[in-house]
């Protein structure tokens, strides 16, 4: 990032710190809530410039191989019927966490939840036991985990 955008995100970080002074909780932490809004841009300017890819309509298989394509009724049928429900609903339908939410009668952290454990269960049985756990700040150790279920 070259020295003139850095400027330009910062003085919009302190516009929008501006706008939004009301809520502003603690004024001794006034620096590090105008950096956390210019981090939020920085983020949304990145998302935004992420090169975008076209999913074509054609039905070829996304699998060059057998050895690379689960089959899907193989992998959903390890997740229980809710879980499968919401799975399907994110993934196919498209759907966010609110809309399953209210489809589901849960609250949208309980579906988030819901995917993220079934996501683990099904990396864990097929794919490995996932990746070794980690140490954190605090030196106790817990396991990585990335959000996205790796499948074809």
Known sequence: MNTTRADDLAQ??????????????ELSSVSAWVNTIALNLLRGEIRKAAPQVELSDRDEPIATSVDEHID?????GALS???????????V????????????KL?????????????????????GAGPEPRRTARGDRRRGCKTALPIG
């Open 12 to 25: 919009a970080a302190w516009s929008k710190a501006w706008e939004r002074r009301s809520q502003l909780r």
């Open 72 to 76: 899907a009724e193989t992998v959903l």
């Open 81 to 91: 019927e809710q879980d499968r429900r919401l799975m399907l609903l994110h993934v």
């Open 93 to 104: 339908a498209g759907m966010t966490s609110t809309e399953i939410a209210k489809d589901a």
């Open 107 to 127: 609250s949208p952290v309980a579906v988030r939840v819901r995917l993220h454990r079934a996501k683990v269960q099904l990396r864990e049985r097929f794919i």
